[in-house]
């Protein structure tokens, strides 16, 4: 099992910019596709990216497209969310997920696809 950490969640200003770093344990990251997923409360979770093992490959939610952008460096076990042109709506709580599939060739956000996920950063937007 993988260990994720994420860190880098904050209170920011609408218009503002942040951006969270998940750090995973282990050797085999560079062969899984990773996602962030968010939930806000009283609300499902959601997806929000994610990236292809091989990095390159990247997806995304519409209600972020435009405004995210997750990349990983596979040297550091690390993949970031980068967002910019935060809205309130974007408060949420922010987790990142490792793939159950080695290498998968598709992308999606279906939850399901993930198995190893982080506990978790805050973050807050206020208008």
């Known amino acids: 099992q993988v260990q994720l950490v994420e860190s880098g969640g904050g209170l920011v200003q609408a218009g503002g910019s942040l951006r969270l770093s998940c750090a995973a344990s282990?050797?085999?990251?560079?062969?899984?596709?990773m996602g962030w997923f968010r939930q806000a409360p009283g609300k499902e979770r959601e997806f929000v990216a994610a990236i292809r093992w091989s990095g390159g490959i990247t997806y995304y939610a519409d209600s972020v497209k435009g405004r995210f952008t997750i990349s990983r460096d596979n040297a550091k076990n690390t993949v970031y969310l980068k967002m910019n042109s935060l809205k309130p709506e974007d408060t949420a709580v922010y987790y990142c997920a490792k793939d159950r599939a080695i290498r998968r060739p598709v992308l999606t956000g279906t939850g399901e696809q993930y198995d190893d996920w982080g506990q978790g950063t805050q973050v807050t937007v206020s208008s």
């Open positions: 282990g050797r085999t990251f560079a062969s899984y596709t």
